[in-house]
């Protein structure tokens, strides 16, 4: 009887043991968040047509799709330079983010942050090369030009306070330089004035 008592006795306290040092050993290191080679949050586009929105959190990532009519897709930031999203209606698609703020997805299509803050020149309304008269409108760092000649309306995006990209459909892309003066100066070499008013 005293051995088997003994017997308990030294498998309790074996197992307090084995409690007292369970309870001393570190927990399971916890995932920690990769930050994004640049800043995710905020608006972004193809060309100025598309206007999907990113929130970032942590390694989480939300990016909304309504603009489109579209369901809202979820993602992860895999590394510094790698997200992984799934739109619901479309598959799941890799990243790679390079530059200031380009994605490249692994569809082939490409998304380029917008910049939604202010210019250092109001560009909203008239402008003129001389030639031909038309209207821009800037919602957001989302970018029209309206041409009263009837030409097609050309769609682009802000990219900072001084940078503009829009593209024409019957011509081409141009970047464009905003001069606080008033002017816009494209890398063709036109450049817009607000036209005098009469």
Do not use: C
Not at 23 to 34: N, S
Not at 117 to 136: C, E
Request: glycine residues 12%.
């Amino acid at each position: 009887m005293m051995g088997r008592l003994a017997t308990v006795v030294l498998l309790a306290g074996a197992g307090l043991v084995a409690a007292v040092s369970g309870a001393g050993a570190a927990p399971p290191a916890a995932t920690v968040a990769v930050a994004p080679v640049f800043d995710l949050n905020g608006p972004w586009t193809d060309n100025g047509s598309a206007r999907p929105s990113i929130i970032n959190n942590g390694v989480n990532l939300v990016v909304n799709m309504n603009y489109a009519g579209r369901p809202t897709a979820f993602g992860t930031v895999r590394d510094a330079t790698t997200i992984v999203v799934r739109f619901p209606d479309a598959g799941t698609f890799t990243a790679r983010l390079e530059g200031t703020g380009i994605i490249r997805w692994s569809n082939g299509s490409t998304w380029q942050k917008v910049f939604n803050g202010p210019l250092v020149h109001d560009i909203n309304g008239p402008w003129t090369d001389g030639a031909s008269d038309q209207s821009v409108s800037n919602q957001g760092g989302y970018l029209r030009v309206v041409f009263r000649n009837g030409r097609p309306d050309g769609v682009g995006f802000a990219v900072n306070p001084t940078t503009i990209v829009v593209t024409f459909p019957d011509n081409a892309t141009y970047a464009g330089r905003v001069d606080p003066a008033g002017l816009i100066v494209w890398s063709n070499n036109t450049v817009w004035r607000h036209p005098i008013l009469r």
